[in-house]
């Protein structure tokens, strides 16, 4: 492995997210694993928004939007990665440092509740499940620096001991689980320039193909009884439905709006303004479902979001009536 392919180890003092984390945006996260590939691929030089075609696939579960993910075969096709699961016998630390080594990333499930990154949350709170990104290990200094969600951190001390489940009490307990591990390793040259857009694009017309069929009629059918359900449970539970449902569909279509403005950019064209635009509206949308639903839930009282519905099932249908014009 030479060094020209190893993986960055950020400053964290230093560090600037990418733009799709910026304050501004309608939903500055999305979920952990997206969010944490967001800034891996950022950090290493990669463009994060050439991969975002999997997005046009999002569907409604049933109980939630589907936790949108970048499908690994997207991520070798545009930059020539490699994730693979890595199978732990050892300790947890004695593997990823191995991968280091060897000049990989890796990603590793652990626990919130030792991550400094989530104060104010999860840290020292909540014992909350995550997959981080490791650049660096020095298991000597007990300190690690690592990718998780939206920014680059470090920790040391208990708490590197807590993640890596070396503290006392992890120690002695006898049925603790491995976590699930992965590893990043670069097996082709990144795609640059037009190449990069023309393998988008074609993963575009493959994600299109399978898109599914009327999710927010799907959703919009099964809303009463989730209405039913939220007016039952306390108020903590509709923190976990919105973040499963209104957060996945509105931060998805936020990013696929921010992808097909890069179509157009690398184009030269604005073909798919329209259908950026449409799908931002989605996004604004949710957002507002989300603050209605969670008045509702306060005041112990259902909400009548048809108007809602509306703009969604609008703006949804104009996204892909216009990619169906221009994306052949």
């Known amino acids: 492995m030479t060094a020209a392919a190893r993986f960055a180890v950020p400053d964290p003092a230093a560090y600037r997210q990418h733009a799709l984390h910026a304050a501004d945006r309608r939903w500055p996260e999305t979920n952990c694993y997206v969010d944490l590939w967001i800034e891996l691929l950022h950090a290493n030089g990669f463009d994060p928004v050439a991969g975002l075609a999997f997005t046009v696939a999002q569907d409604f579960e049933g109980d939630q939007f589907t936790f949108f993910k970048h499908p690994l075969e997207d991520l070798r096709a545009l930059h020539g990665l490699s994730v693979q699961e890595l199978a732990v016998y050892d300790t947890v630390e004695a593997h990823v440092a191995e991968q280091l080594a060897r000049g990989r990333l890796v990603l590793v499930e652990m626990d919130s509740f030792y991550l400094p990154d989530t104060r104010g949350t999860a840290y020292r709170r909540e014992h909350v499940k995550t997959t981080v990104g490791v650049a660096s290990l020095d298991t000597a200094a007990r300190r690690m620096v690592y990718f998780h969600n939206a920014v680059c951190h470090a920790l040391e001390g208990e708490d590197f001991d807590g993640v890596f489940r070396r503290l006392p009490a992890q120690r002695d307990a006898p049925d603790a689980l491995f976590p699930y591990v992965e590893f990043v390793k670069r097996d082709a040259p990144a795609l640059e320039g037009g190449a990069l857009r023309a393998a988008s694009l074609a993963l575009l017309r493959g994600h299109l193909a399978r898109r599914p069929a009327d999710p927010i009629g799907a959703f ?71 603050f209605q639903i969670a008045r509702g839930v306060n005041r112990r009282k259902p909400v009548d979001l048809d108007a809602s519905f509306d703009a969604l099932a609008k703006a949804y249908g104009g996204v892909f009536d216009r990619l169906a014009q221009v994306v052949r």
């Open 220 to 290: 919009r059918a099964a809303f009463p009884a989730h209405m039913e359900t939220l007016l039952a449970r306390p108020m903590a539970y509709f923190h976990l439905y919105a973040f499963n449902l209104l957060r996945q569909l509105g931060a998805n279509f936020e990013l696929l709006g921010s992808y097909l403005r890069w179509l157009d950019a690398t184009s030269g064209t604005q073909d798919l303004e329209a259908a950026a635009v449409d799908a931002e509206r989605i996004a604004d949308t949710a957002k507002a479902m989300q």
